[in-house]
């Protein structure tokens, strides 16, 4: 695929998280192929900043470009601190560089700050160390995805533990205007407009939030706000998706579970080398349930 020169210029300040950067020349040339093209004009660089926009909305663009242009946006710092020498990672979406609501960053600071107190109290990395009868190796290192909502940008379901962000939205009476922005983001289709006020079904409804950002008259509100624990994931030689331990729990709930778990896999792992997703495997998830 050929460039024009100042489509080349234009893709470089695309408003977009810096671990997507690389995609926005991708996508340009999607939309160049997509119209039986081969060179990427500056229009075609337009369409792609204005698809991104729509998909950022306003709030998280503003907070993007604030970043590009080297403005301080205060992100957590915490956000940032990494894990070095421990046998341990704690990884967090996209938003935390910017991308999604502020509500999403707060949920991620909530349980990022005492999950990171909780694994030192616990000596993890200790824990990891006795369990291992061979020589250490990346594959031991334990892995915790947070994640700012059910949408799992970064999946937690391939992690020893994954905590998801949920919103659960409620509905203010009267003054939906019927402009349907909420049914947008909702792929799960559990907004009906056909009566009066808007109606969620809660049984398709995955708590992503999305509806509450899109509606500018705030008739859906956040009610509740809580995370989910799955646990158990891996992506190695023998796949597992990570199973729930909690559904809707709070901070302490949380640390409940992990607390459990590292104690199920000590326990489990003093006479035998077991990963911790095996342990789940064999031993299941129960005890995790009913103490959380
Ligand atoms: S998982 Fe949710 S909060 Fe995180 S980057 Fe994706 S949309 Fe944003
Ligand atoms: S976005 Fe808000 S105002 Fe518009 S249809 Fe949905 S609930 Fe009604
Ligand atoms: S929270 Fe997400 S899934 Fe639930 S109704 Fe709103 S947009 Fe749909």
Request: overall charge negative; aromatic content about 6%; some cysteine.
């Amino acid at each position: 695929m050929k460039w024009e020169d100042e489509a080349l210029k234009l893709a470089d300040v695309v408003p977009v998280p810096p671990p997507m950067i690389f995609l926005v020349k991708l996508d340009a040339e999607r939309r160049a192929m997509a119209k039986k093209m081969d060179t990427v004009t500056p229009e075609i660089v337009r369409m792609t900043e204005s698809g991104y926009r729509k998909t950022f909305g306003k709030e998280a663009t503003e907070m993007v470009q604030a970043m590009l242009r080297g403005d301080d946006v205060n992100l957590p710092e915490e956000f940032f601190e990494g894990d070095e020498g421990e046998l341990y990672k704690i990884e967090i979406c996209p938003a935390k560089f910017g991308a999604c609501t502020p509500d999403k960053r707060k949920m991620i600071s909530d349980i990022l700050v005492p999950l990171r107190k909780k694994v030192k109290e616990l000596d993890l990395t200790r824990v990891v160390i006795e369990s291992v009868r061979t020589p250490l190796m990346s594959h031991h290192v334990f892995r915790f995805s947070i994640i700012g909502c059910s949408n799992c940008c970064m999946s937690p379901y391939s992690s020893d533990f994954g905590i998801i962000s949920l919103y659960k939205p409620g509905v203010k009476s009267d003054g939906c205007i019927k402009c349907k922005a909420c049914l947008v983001p909702c792929i799960e289709r559990a907004i009906d407009l056909e009566n009066d006020d808007p109606l969620i079904d809660y049984n398709q409804c995955m708590m992503c939030g999305g509806c509450k950002t899109a509606c500018m008259k705030d008739i859906i509100q956040t009610i509740e706000k809580g995370y989910k624990v799955v646990v158990g994931g891996t992506g190695s030689r023998h796949p597992r998706i990570a199973v729930t331990a909690a559904e809707f729990t709070d901070v302490q709930g949380v640390l409940s579970v992990i607390e459990k778990g590292i104690a199920l896999f000590r326990e489990k792992t003093r006479d035998k080398e077991m990963s911790f997703h095996e342990v789940i495997e064999t031993y299941g998830v129960e005890s995790l349930k009913s103490q959380a």
